[in-house]
């Protein structure tokens, strides 16, 4: 789906008389004091709407656009065989030690967020190159979710929903994919993080694309997520969390929204993007900078992030 929004700034013609004296006539055709304020108001209130429609806002607050309650991503008539290849686009995937206790680390975003990238850029993905086997990690999503219909809203548009969902759905698709879903156990093994998140990285590194099929066809193909499942999931109008085949989390996207937004504005999360390690704040990314970060200040620099969770992890293992 192609989204766009045209605006037409229109100008009002001003006539010019060609009869009588010339030195008159250069005194008509000469702007006047009102005609020339005008102007400059016209121009000044064009440079207004681009800088508050039209340019990207660095500061994600929660301002909403309605997501349609039925809404289908439409990936269907994207074919190629390698997206039933659950090998393409391998990446050696973590190994995790099962009697050993991971520390919860968790980041709220918005995936048409400019803070959400550089958040994602420039402590997460760092960070999770060498604590990756020692986090239980989670990418959350601001929205604001209706209590009355099925309604969400996302403040960069429909959209941004398409793309949390589509980023909610890779992590939660089984893995590796089954050739019969019946016949998955209650507790299935989810995509390895390593896969969904650089699946998400892949989406918002190109956010302005989202949710262009082909750019999401391929960045599927990069990390060796499913995209029929993919597409499954995110066309998916089942928008009851409860209701999931076989015990798991619903492999419907707008399910999986509506839990990660209601479970954030419960954590009084508003910001993308929000890190939170151990079930605590630890640093916010907002307007191009890092505010309100834990070790005085020093927590939007992805080594502390390692160090604590290092430290976390030799306390509790």
Not at 3 to 10: A, V
Request: charged share 25%.
């Amino acid at each position: 789906m192609i989204l766009s929004t045209q605006r037409h700034l229109t100008m009002e013609k001003l006539p010019i008389h060609s009869d009588g004296d010339p030195q008159d006539q250069n005194e008509r055709t000469r702007p006047s004091t009102a005609t020339f304020l005008r102007r400059l108001c016209i121009a000044v209130l064009f440079l207004v709407g681009y800088y508050l429609l039209i340019r990207p806002s660095s500061t994600c607050t929660q301002h909403h656009t309605k997501l349609p309650e039925s809404y289908t991503l439409g990936l269907e008539d994207i074919t190629n065989e390698d997206s039933h290849n659950p090998n393409a686009g391998r990446i050696p995937d973590a190994q995790s030690t099962p009697a050993q206790t991971k520390i919860p680390l968790e980041a709220h975003i918005m995936s048409k967020c400019p803070d959400a990238q550089a958040c994602l850029q420039k402590l997460v993905l760092p960070a999770m190159e060498k604590i990756y086997d020692k986090v239980d990690f989670r990418l959350s999503f601001i929205a604001s979710v209706s209590e009355s219909s099925e309604e969400i809203e996302c403040m960069h548009g429909p959209g941004e929903c398409i793309g949390d969902m589509l980023m909610l759905c890779a992590a939660n698709l089984p893995f590796p994919p089954p050739a019969d879903e019946s016949l998955l156990p209650p507790a299935y093994p989810r995509t390895p993080i390593i896969r969904s998140l650089g699946f998400a990285n892949c989406l918002i590194n190109d956010y302005a694309k989202i949710p262009d099929r082909e750019f999401i066809h391929q960045c599927a193909m990069e990390h060796g997520i499913d995209f029929d499942a993919l597409n499954k999931c995110a066309s998916q109008q089942n928008d009851d969390p409860d209701d999931g085949d076989n015990g798991g989390p619903p492999l419907s996207g707008i399910a999986l929204l509506r839990e990660s937004a209601v479970r954030g504005a419960k954590l009084g999360v508003k910001t993308s993007c929000t890190v939170r390690l151990d079930d605590a704040f630890w640093c916010i990314r907002d307007n191009n900078e890092w505010k309100n970060c834990a070790q005085n200040g020093e927590g939007g620099n992805p080594s502390v992030l390692v160090d604590q969770v290092e430290k976390l992890w030799k306390e509790r293992n």
